[in-house]
């Protein structure tokens, strides 16, 4: 399996979108998949601007000259496409958006009834699936609901199957191994067997995703603890999670 992994967080490496596609990509590649990666502001990807010239005038071609259009070779050799990105005001960042408004190319102008619904028809022959992995500051997974909603549509829109998720929520323990050495092991493993499995059986077991998302502190005390945490942080006048200053 050939996958592209695309890190949408402006954080990168200091990032928990990062710790996360990091361990399930490190499990995708023991299974044996081929993997590419990048992160979206270390490219030059700029705004679509709405022209449709990709669509008329130089048909699969942006009047952009940046980065998108390898990058969209990329994508059309890939078997899975994985998104990456935290949770932004109940979305994707305004990165990875501007990442995925420049895939329109790779599909034709004209409409086709699919299931009772226009789509477009894929220029390429078949555009990737789509995998999503997202991290949320909340503990509640619920807060993912939009943005899945809203993966799935744009799977539907390009015609790529929906290949499933991995949404972590209460983002910061994945670098908590300081605190809980032996809980975010445990997470951790679950996050590379997550990507072992989804290369393996196309789908993540109930077991694996239960490790994966496992909450060792309880949401009270998480509420607590986090608040404690900003007042600190408000107190010194920066955001002092270690993890900010360790990566490298
Ligand atoms: C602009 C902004 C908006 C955010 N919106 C949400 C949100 O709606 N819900 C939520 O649970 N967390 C929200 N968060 C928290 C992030 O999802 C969380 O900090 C995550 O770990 C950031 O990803 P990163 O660690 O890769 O930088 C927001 C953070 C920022 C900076």
């Given at each position: 399996m050939k996958i592209l992994a695309v890190n949408g967080s402006p954080t990168t490496k200091k990032g928990m979108t990062h710790i996360l596609l990091d361990l399930?990509?490190?499990g995708a590649a023991e299974a044996g998949a081929e993997v590419e990666r990048f992160n979206v502001v270390d490219k030059k990807i700029k705004y679509c601007d709405g022209c449709f010239n990709c669509w008329v005038r130089t048909p699969g071609e942006c009047i952009h000259k940046d980065d998108m259009p390898a990058i969209l070779d990329q994508v059309a050799a890939a078997d899975a496409?994985?998104?990456?990105?935290?949770?932004?005001?109940?979305?994707?960042?305004?990165?990875?958006?501007?990442?995925?408004?420049?895939?329109?190319?790779?599909?034709?102008?004209?409409?086709?009834m699919v299931e009772g619904h226009y789509r477009h028809k894929s220029?390429?022959?078949?555009?990737?699936?789509?995998?999503?992995?997202?991290?949320?500051g909340f503990w509640e997974a619920d807060?993912?609901?939009?943005?899945?909603?809203?993966?799935?549509?744009?799977?539907?829109?390009?015609?790529?199957?929906?290949l499933g998720e991995l949404l972590?929520?209460?983002?910061?323990?994945?670098?908590?191994d300081d605190l809980f050495p032996k809980e975010v092991a445990a997470i951790h493993?679950?996050?590379r067997q997550a990507g072992r499995e989804f290369v393996t059986n196309g789908q993540i077991s109930e077991t694996t995703m239960e490790a994966a998302v496992a909450q060792p502190i309880p949401k009270e005390p998480a509420l607590q603890?986090?608040?404690?945490?900003?007042?600190?942080?408000?107190k010194q006048k920066k955001f002092?999670?270690?993890h900010r200053d360790s990566a490298v």
């Open positions: 399930f990509l490190q496409l994985i998104l990456a990105t935290p949770l932004y005001v109940d979305g994707m960042t305004a990165q990875m958006k501007t990442f995925v408004d420049r895939i329109i190319p790779l599909v034709e102008p004209e409409f086709e220029r390429i022959s078949k555009i990737p699936g789509i995998f999503l992995m997202s991290v949320c807060n993912f609901d939009g943005l899945v909603d809203h993966i799935k549509r744009i799977c539907k829109n390009f015609q790529a199957d929906y972590r929520p209460n983002s910061y323990i994945l670098a908590m493993e679950g996050i603890g986090s608040n404690m945490f900003w007042a600190e942080c408000r002092i999670f270690h």
